[in-house]
């Protein structure tokens, strides 16, 4: 099938959802048909079959019917209470009713908004299902582009010594899995620029304009974490959240669309490689792949990531962060990362 007869079917699917309100079809026809479009192979999975993807407005936002989702990526589904399970031989995402944290291939990962609920149905937010999952589930659909030159952007340093705990300061392991990261990096070829290689005070903004002289390719926020609560533990992985939407565990707006934005399809990819490779690698609580406003991650003009590799105020978690058979585990596990990410993007020769 190609592009054109898909985005046909699927419009033509959306007119006799809503016949008798023109302005809603011709807004959703535009959007939708610009949306498949970006795929050079819509799924074959689909065969010849003619469908819509219903959608609703529910308190301001669009959702989706997830039953039509999954017909869209030819999965199964299931509903079973609360739940609903979209299901295939490559895939497994697993939603809860008034929950923005869901399951995708086994990564905890973070929803703009809360799924909801429609006479039975279960409804998934259409900002969710643009810039975050599908761009995930079809990589196709990623804009292409060269990763060659990487910027690693230790956190903290100089009299801003980040999280401490018994004596162990956040701002030095930073600098440590950084340059860990940036030596295997160069060994596999990559160029790498560092906002810090000491330890040394740098503004937020002055890290952003790093980027910005040395245009890299990638942008990776190195950090580890901290907790009131000494029994927690694990790995977060964040990239920034799209324009109108929340940032996980808040309700905070990102009112206008950031630097960062313009990679929204991009970070999302990035983000859930990073964060299964992380969590592979060490073993380490799935802390959950989120979208934040973080201010070095929000105005770089490339694909960015921040990283939060474990917390010192756990014991046992500190200790492995001082071991160097560890460090050499997740920083190996960001090179792969990085790597696997860049021949996903890779332009087609």
């Known amino acids: ?28 026809s535009l959007l939708l048909l610009l949306f498949l479009v970006q795929s050079t192979c819509p799924l074959s999975a689909q065969g010849s079959r003619s469908f819509a993807i219903r959608y609703k407005q529910l308190q301001k936002q669009r959702y989706l019917y997830l039953s039509d989702v999954a017909r869209f990526y030819g999965m199964n589904y299931s509903q079973a209470g609360k739940n609903a399970v979209l299901q295939s031989r490559y895939s497994y995402l697993l939603f809860s009713k008034d929950s923005r944290i869901f399951r995708i291939n086994g990564i905890e990962s973070n929803l703009s908004f809360a799924i909801a609920e429609h006479e039975g149905e279960i409804l998934l937010p259409q900002v969710d299902f643009q810039s975050f999952i599908d761009p995930i589930l079809r990589r196709s659909i990623v804009p292409k582009r060269k990763i060659s030159h990487i910027m690693l952007d230790p956190g903290h340093g100089g009299k801003d010594p980040g999280a401490q705990n018994q004596g162990i300061v956040e701002k030095n392991l930073n600098l440590l899995f950084s340059r860990r990261i940036a030596a ?32 890299p390719d990638l942008y990776i926020s190195i950090h580890c974490n901290a907790s009131a609560n000494a029994a927690v533990n694990g790995i977060e992985t964040y ?41 592979k690698a060490s073993n380490a609580n799935d802390r959950g792949l989120k979208r934040k406003q973080f201010y070095v991650i929000r105005e770089v003009a490339c694909p960015a990531a921040l990283l939060e590799l474990g917390f010192l105020s756990n014991a046992d978690e500190r200790k492995k962060l001082l071991e160097s058979y560890y460090q050499d585990k997740l920083s190996v596990a960001v090179c792969d990362a990085i790597q696997e990410y860049e021949k996903a993007l890779k332009p087609e020769q």
């Open 184 to 215: 295997i990096l160069r060994k596999r070829g990559y160029k790498v620029s560092m906002t810090r290689n000491q330890d040394r005070l740098l503004s937020l903004e002055q890290r952003a304009a790093a980027a910005k002289r040395l245009q």
């Open 239 to 279: 990239v920034i959240n799209p324009a109108q939407t929340p940032s996980s565990g808040g309700n905070t707006f990102a009112t206008k669309a950031a630097a960062g934005n313009a990679y929204d399809h991009e970070n999302a990819l990035l983000g859930f490689i990073m964060h299964s490779a992380l969590l």
């Open 1 to 28: 099938m190609t592009p054109d007869k898909a985005s046909r079917r699927f419009c033509q699917g959306l007119g006799r959802h809503t016949l008798g309100n023109l302005f809603k079809f011709c807004l959703a």
